[in-house]
């Protein structure tokens, strides 16, 4: 072929005019649910507040340490979501960042908080009284509020996981990177339908749960979301 003609197809204007348009459209998509999210935390974080104050006072009062927990989470993967070719020394599987949750486990003798990558457990030693507490309501996961400000999160998404346990997960289940086409999230449609991941098995049941939001992610399937949530925290579903 020409090159001409090859410049002619590459840059047909009926392709290009479709594409753009598509484009235009996903975008939009896209900036109407991070602006439900955004509007969504920035609310909760007004309304919560005097209760995120108690809460702090609570820790702060029930077992020495800080009242807030930092921990790195795997986000969302940019070159994964938008086909870029980004070069990283290291290969996360997504963009770490910093997660922020009330603390809930004492403290150890080197002054840091007893927590390591592993999943939890309902008699987990590590965790305070006040902790199983905070844990029962989700009421931990209030900070993570500032996180979706901050354009780490957004409410609803794939739960972010920790460095060591994403790496050993992606090696397990083949399709677990997929979950990072989208921004993780404090709830999610794998958080309403299952409990706390304690093995193997209930990571890939909620997997498959992570990839049925990624293909059907919109505004409304959001607040379809967000709703069933509350009835999932106040009846303290899938929490211990």
Known sequence: ???????????????????WLDH??????????????VAVAAMGLVASAPLMAVIALAVRLT??????????????DRRRRFGGNHRRQVDYGGRPF?????????????????ADERWASPDDARVT????????????????LYNVLRGDMNVVGPRPEQ????????????????????????????????????????????VTFDLEYVERHSLAEDLKIMLKTVPTVALRRGAW
């Open 63 to 76: 077992s020495p340490g800080p009242v807030i927990y930092k921990q790195t989470r795997i986000g969302i």
């Open 98 to 114: 910093t997660i922020y949750k009330f603390r809930t486990m004492a403290m150890g003798r080197d002054g840091q908080e007893q």
């Open 163 to 206: 460095p060591t346990i994403f790496a050993s997960l992606r090696e397990q289940i083949p399709t677990y990177p997929e979950r990072q086409r989208v921004r993780p999230g404090i709830t999610g449609w794998a958080q309403v339908n299952q409990h706390y991941d304690t093995c193997l098995e209930d990571v890939r049941r909620k």
């Open 129 to 144: 009284a006040l902790g199983r507490l905070l844990r029962k309501y989700r009421l931990d996961e209030l900070p993570q």
């Open 1 to 19: 072929m020409p090159p001409s003609d090859i410049a002619a197809a590459t840059f047909s204007p009926a392709l290009s005019s479709t594409g």
């Open 24 to 37: 235009i459209d996903h975008a939009r998509r896209e900036k109407a649910r991070r602006a439900l999210n």
